[in-house]
């Protein structure tokens, strides 16, 4: 179940690195809201699974899914260059992700 809540609490990193964008330097209220309420579940959630899991494991695993998924998020929504080197970022870091989890 750790495994489950760190995945939450990685998706939940995208969602308050991608709201860091639409806070406009936490000027507007919704935004900043949504985002600071995403943070915190996402903390909380990777501290729950830190109960469990390695902590060196769980925050790299916990990062990466953040850094793929804003990544992503940000070619396939933002229209941000999806060069060569980018996706053999993503794929780097996805390879790591994989290798700490197998190690695990």
């Known amino acids: 179940m750790a495994w489950v809540w760190l995945g939450l609490a990685g998706l939940l990193e995208v969602g308050w690195a991608v709201g860091l964008k639409f806070t406009e330097g936490f000027s507007r209220l919704v935004p900043t809201v949504l985002t600071l309420g995403a943070m915190a579940l996402s903390i909380g959630l990777l501290g729950v699974a830190l109960?469990?899991?390695?902590?060196g494991t769980a925050y790299a695993v916990w990062t990466g899914i953040g850094a793929i998924g804003t990544a992503i998020f940000g070619v396939l929504?933002?229209?941000?260059?999806?060069?060569?080197?980018?996706?053999?970022?993503?794929?780097?870091?996805?390879?790591?992700?994989?290798?700490?989890?197998?190690?695990?």
């Open 77 to 104: 929504v933002l229209g941000e260059a999806a060069t060569a080197a980018r996706i053999g970022g993503i794929a780097l870091i996805a390879a790591g992700i994989v290798t700490l989890k197998l190690g695990s």
């Open 51 to 55: 109960k469990t899991l390695p902590v």
